[in-house]
Nanobody
Framework: QVQLVESGGGLVQAGGSLRLSCAAS????????MGWFRQTPEKEREFVAG????????LLADSVKGRFAISRDNSKKTVYLQMNSLKPEDTAVYYC?????????????????WGQGTQVTVSS
């Protein structure tokens, strides 16, 4: 099991940027494929981005392609979500998730461990 703590959320105006971080503790970080999801009260948790264990491959949801980027630093046990050109519809609680020995999944069922989430609010 790995413990995940997200940070970097906040309030930003439309068009602005934020960088979310997810710090892991516990087992060897490079054993885990990582994902970012988001959720609002009106919607189910949805996939945003995922990255493979050593960062060689990544996947972005269509809704964030060209605006968001996912990266990781295994030496720091951290995965990042750089969010640019933010829109009000990006407002949500953002969660990071981990899957040991896994590949990137777009479904929540593909992940074993979750952080507590960080709120991102984009004002118009």
């Amino acid at each position: 099991q790995v413990q995940l703590v997200e940070s970097g959320g906040g309030l930003v105006q439309a068009g602005g940027s934020l960088r979310l971080s997810c710090a892991a503790s516990g087992r060897t970080f490079s054993n885990y494929a990582m994902g970012w999801f988001r959720q609002t009260p009106e919607k189910e948790r949805e996939f945003v981005a995922g990255i493979s264990r050593f960062g060689s491959s990544s996947l972005l949801a269509d809704s964030v392609k060209g605006r968001f980027a996912i990266s990781r630093d295994n030496s720091k046990k951290t995965v990042y979500l750089q969010m640019n050109s933010l829109k009000p519809e990006d407002t949500a609680v953002y969660y990071c998730a981990a899957k040991i020995w896994g590949v990137v999944h777009t479904s929540t069922e593909g992940y074993d461990d979750w952080g507590q989430g960080t709120q991102v609010t984009v004002s118009s």
